[in-house]
């Protein structure tokens, strides 16, 4: 009896010092990079990973990113955006913890098209977390490792707690913000890309397409030219590339003068 | 960011969900504990408001007789009344008796070897529930960053008191921001498909969809999903008398 209390009370103040940590670093992080947004900077430092993303899986289940801790991060989730696979699109759907210590390895059969281009990118590991609250299911948090490595409880432990964190900040972020609008500060806080949105429409008059013919047309195109989606997106929007639709080819557009 | 509601609904579900036979007095304590560890005082208290105002001593960093009636004796007033009442941090570097501002607290205090305090307002959303207090035998104050610290202890010992946020909350903001997340997307795609049809740029394109939405006092998420599902055309968008629906 005396020993189930004291072990109640040790974890209630470990968790307290792990979720102390997380807030320390969030204050730290926020004064130091306020440009870039702390959640998925502080989510990578805190559970000791290389790399975080944080996506959004909206009723419409149109991935989308909230933010990433490098580069590399961010491009794996494009990749996995740009095929409809990967480990967040599964932690999100299946609102279970997906674990693969070694992408590519022995017996790992997930993702056919992801597996080979992730590890490609760098990925060896990766854990996605299924970002919760109660019944609200917001999206998952993603953290990758550039080398094999199995994760160990204790970093379990923390990778839900701040699972647990970011759901909370995002949910007081878009508190208070008129109905029908992402709040401002959740837009401060996140990278929300909608360039290839802004891209979708435009291809969609360039070849007479649905709207979500041409984001299908868009990552394909990405994935045969091996090229991000936002990159694409970003060529479609400066016009510098346009769909053609007599032929279903996409044309680069040369200016003579910038 | 709002540190504080995070700290709150975190530390709550933990205590909900994490961790069995939850004590709050137990981890209240824990929290006096680390403080006194942790920074430059000597002891701590959480005191917390009654439903009819008074306040209630409920947790501190040792069950010695000289801490425990720091805090009782602050019924009527002391640092830790104003600092509820006014939800602001109350800081006395040197208690001297006589003191005019708590006449019988400053006297105690000092005879109890305490000479500075220290009081930080435990508040939630604009509510103050509480105070954490903080008591040094020398005079002066908590170095800024240990004020810091000291306050982040206190919005801890605050969500450990306050309720669960109702998972029916959580469901329905999270809902309002799918819905926003959905809006917006459908937003840049119509000006997207305008931006192309009117060979403009995308702040343009937008300008055209908030002038029609206005136009015809609808919102701008209708348009724009009526300009996507190609219900309008954009031509008709900018010239709404040569075609498309009668507005």
């Known amino acids: ?258 | 960011m709002a540190r504080e509601s995070i700290l709150v609904d975190t530390l709550v579900e933990l205590a909900d969900n994490l961790v069995d036979n939850f004590d709050v007095i137990d981890v209240l304590n824990l929290l006096c504990e680390r403080c006194v560890e942790a920074l430059d005082v000597d002891a701590a208290g959480v005191m917390l408001s009654s439903p009819t105002g008074e306040l209630q001593f409920i947790a501190s960093s040792s069950e010695s007789m000289r801490v425990l009636e720091l805090f009782q004796i602050q019924a009527d007033e002391g640092p830790c009344v104003d600092c509820a009442s006014t939800g602001q941090p109350v800081v006395s570097e040197s208690l001297t008796a006589p003191d005019e501002r708590w006449p019988r607290f400053t006297p105690r205090a000092i005879a109890q070897g305490f000479h500075s305090v220290h009081s930080l307002p435990m508040r939630l959303r604009g509510r103050t529930i509480g105070a954490l207090n903080l008591f040094r035998v020398e005079t002066g104050v908590i170095a800024d960053e240990g004020a810091h610290m000291a306050q982040g202890l206190a919005d801890v010992a605050t969500i450990t008191i306050l309720q669960h946020r109702s998972a029916l909350d959580a469901t329905t903001l999270n809902a309002q921001l799918s819905h926003a997340l959905n809006s917006r997307i459908i937003i840049e795609q119509a000006k997207g498909m305008v931006a192309q049809t009117l060979n403009c740029d995308m702040d343009h394109a937008f300008a055209q969809l908030r002038k029609f939405a206005r136009d015809h006092n609808q919102g701008i998420t209708l348009v724009a999903s009526m300009v996507v599902g190609r219900e309008i055309t954009v031509s008709s968008l900018v010239n709404p008398a040569t075609e498309g629906p009668a507005s």
């Open chain 1, 1 to 258: 009896m005396l020993a189930g209390r004291v072990a109640s009370r040790t974890k209630a103040l470990v968790a307290t010092e792990r979720l102390l940590e997380i807030f320390g670093l969030l204050a730290r992080h926020t004064h130091a990079t306020p440009a870039r947004g702390s959640l998925c900077s502080v989510a990578a430092e805190f559970t000791k990973f290389d790399g975080a993303n944080i996506a959004l899986f909206p009723e419409s289940k149109q991935l989308t990113a909230l933010c990433s801790s490098n580069a590399a991060s961010q491009s794996l989730l494009e990749l996995e955006i740009t095929l409809g696979e990967g480990p967040t699109t599964d932690a999100c759907e299946s609102d279970n913890v997906v674990c693969v210590t070694r992408l590519g390895g022995e017996g790992e059969t997930r993702w056919l098209s992801y597996a080979p281009l992730a590890m490609a990118n760098g990925a060896t590991s990766v854990y996605a977390f299924p970002i919760t609250i109660g019944a609200a299911r917001l999206g998952a948090l993603t953290l990758f490792r550039w080398e094999s490595g199995e994760l160990s409880e204790e970093q379990e432990a923390d990778a839900y707690l701040m699972a647990s964190v970011v759901a909370r900040a995002i949910l007081d972020l878009q508190a208070g913000a008129p109905r029908g609008s992402i709040a401002t500060q959740l837009e401060r806080e996140a990278h929300f890309s909608f360039t290839v949105h802004q891209a979708a429409g435009m291809v969609a008059v360039q070849g007479s397409l649905s709207v979500s013919d041409a984001l299908v047309a868009l990552r394909a195109h990405s994935f045969a030219t091996n090229q991000g989606l936002s990159e694409l997106a970003a060529r479609v929007v400066t016009r510098r590339i346009r769909y053609e639709a007599r032929d279903g080819v996409w044309y680069e557009v040369y200016r003579s003068s910038e």
